[in-house]
């Protein structure tokens, strides 16, 4: 049996997004990040210091489990020892699929163009994130959601798998 590119296309979908899917009633609405939380976990992940500047982080997630993350113009100045303060900017997208139930999540991300790019003494640097490594590149671990509030807490991997996943999330 010979399969066509549709065909394997179709199959590598199937398996990044599992057919069934699905997330708690809670969890289904427009959600906006805390920009803190973020600055908080870029600062242990750059072991600095980090403040939140400018932009917003959302994510929409629905009922079939589908979510997308965008990041709007986000902007976290960072100090870090022995280098100039610099405002480490990022733009773009990730989606993908989403199974949470019993206060368990894990989410898997089939598209992701975040980008980042940081100013350091007048030189603009790009920063390269992947799904692997950057934020909003999915994850594994527990969750407790509220009618206002939505809370991500990773249970496997290190300091990048921690930071997969912005934590603390406030209903738009």
Wanted: contains cysteine; negative net charge.
């Amino acid at each position: 049996m010979k399969l066509t590119p549709s065909a394997i296309a179709l199959l590598i979908a199937a398996t990044a997004y599992p057919a069934h899917a699905d997330v708690e009633a809670c969890m289904v609405d427009t959600w906006i990040a805390d920009m803190g939380d973020i600055a908080d976990m870029m600062a242990v992940q750059m072991q600095g210091n980090a403040t939140p500047v400018n932009g917003e982080v959302s994510m929409q997630i629905a009922a079939d489990g589908s979510f997308t993350l965008l990041a709007d113009d986000m902007i976290i100045n960072v100090q870090v020892p022995d280098v100039p303060a610099m405002d480490v900017k990022v733009v773009g997208y990730s989606a993908g699929q989403m199974d949470a139930s019993d206060n368990t999540f894990l989410a898997v991300v089939g598209d992701y163009s975040l980008v980042g790019s940081a100013d350091v003494l007048g030189q603009t640097m790009e920063i390269p994130f992947s799904s692997d490594t950057g934020m909003g590149g999915g994850g594994i671990g527990w969750f407790e959601c509220t009618s206002d509030t939505l809370r991500f807490e990773a249970t496997t991997g290190g300091v990048a798998s921690t930071n997969r996943m912005p934590r603390l999330w406030r209903r738009r």
